[in-house]
């Protein structure tokens, strides 16, 4: 039995813990000088607990969050990223369009009213946000 195990139901995350929690899960551990090139829900929870965005969070009491916020881990072999000298810039530009078309963040004046996302390989459709 874990110590720290206290029962009933699972911890509910603040918008703001959310956003953060998504942020790191879709990142890759090399962005945060880890050793590591994949995320296991285990090296998550203790990154998360590390950095201080959770006081306490188990690897299962992860999955609920990351479930609901449409992330999931899926075993990769190989990365592959862009060779772009701005791919950082635009990786960042796509993120902020997404908290915008979440709600997550307030839209300022010059950004778009409506965000388009459309897969480019063209596999898996595309979505109005």
Request: charged share 30%; glycine share 10%; net charge positive.
């Amino acid at each position: 039995m874990c110590p720290n195990y206290s029962g009933g139901r699972a911890r509910t995350f603040t918008p703001p813990e959310r956003r953060e929690i998504k942020k790191i899960a879709k990142s890759r551990p090399t962005e945060h000088d880890l050793p590591f090139s994949t995320w296991s829900l285990t090296k998550l929870a203790d990154f998360l607990v590390a950095d201080g965005v959770a006081d306490d969070i188990s690897h299962e009491g992860l999955r609920i969050p990351l479930r609901e916020e449409g992330v999931s881990f899926q075993r990769v072999k190989t990365w592959k990223t862009s060779r772009a000298p701005d791919y950082a810039a635009k990786k960042a530009r796509i993120g902020h369009l997404h908290a915008i078309a979440d709600g997550e963040v307030i839209r300022e004046a010059g950004e778009p009213d409506v965000v388009f996302c459309r897969n480019r390989s063209g596999i898996g459709g595309g979505s109005m946000r």
